[in-house]
């Protein structure tokens, strides 16, 4: 019987090199895809920061912390556990805001301008730009606005806030929030104005110098006589 060539046992050796280094390269995926999701599930500012909820401001300690569930849920842990909102946490000495869930970033004046801004990411206005940050990576808005699908939505350019009859100017990094037809809320992180404001029968709408408005109940942007629904299936966007 005829031993096996030397180059037969190499090329068997070198299958099997390859074998453990794909096994390897697929357990070290793995381990750090684990790590990413688990910690991407808690975040805590590290800074005492608020937020609004029908006209009454909630105060958290540096100690608290955002829990990320599986139903796409954030909950607010400080002294009691409380499931947030879309409505954002803020910093209480800069001008910076937390998102507790993941938000459609709308940009009507750039084509194909749609796409997701994960939960957990930073909203912050710096020497007159405002800027979203995720995981380091940092992206200066081009105006537009953030929205949940659900009523919240944050405008990174001047609005005028029409509710009912009253007009409001806003300004860049304010977050507005309407339960249709009952309440709507607002505050402005620049100036500091917080309006709770009750209404009946009465449509809030959020109008742009840049030519565009949007029905913060129906979520319906009207621009150029043409109107369209808002993407609400938040998950489905491709991430900014």
């Avoid at 037969?8 to 794909?22: F, G, H, P, R, T």
């Avoid at 309407?178 to 009750?198: A, C, M, P, W």
């Amino acid at each position: 019987m005829k031993s096996k060539k030397p180059k037969e046992k190499n090329q068997k050796k070198d299958k099997v090199i390859m074998l453990l280094a794909a096994a390897l390269l697929l357990l070290v995926i793995l381990i750090l895809a684990f790590w990413y999701f688990r910690t991407n599930k808690k975040f805590s500012p590290e800074e005492a920061t608020f937020r609004y909820s029908m006209g009454a401001k909630l105060e958290y300690s540096e100690d608290m912390k955002l829990v990320h569930g599986d139903n796409n849920a954030t909950v607010v842990e400080d002294a009691d556990k409380v499931q947030s909102d879309g409505v954002p946490i803020i910093y209480e000495n800069e001008p910076k805001m937390i998102l507790p869930v993941s938000m459609g970033y709308m940009r009507p004046l750039e084509e194909g301008g749609l796409n997701r801004v994960n939960y957990f990411s930073t909203v912050s206005y710096e020497n007159g730009k405002v800027r979203i940050c995720h995981n380091d990576i940092i992206t200066e808005a081009k105006g537009g606005f953030l929205y949940d699908g659900k009523g919240t939505y944050i405008f990174l350019e001047e609005m005028n806030l029409q509710v009912g009859e009253s007009t409001y100017k806003v300004q860049p990094l304010t977050y507005v929030q309407e339960v249709y037809k009952n309440s709507v809320e607002f505050y402005d992180v620049i100036t500091g104005e917080y309006q709770y404001i009750i209404v009946t029968d009465a449509d809030a709408i959020a109008t742009s110098p840049a030519g565009y408005s949007v029905n913060l109940g129906t979520g319906v942007m009207t621009m150029d006589d043409t109107q369209r629904i808002l993407f609400s299936d938040i998950e489905a966007m491709g991430a900014l």
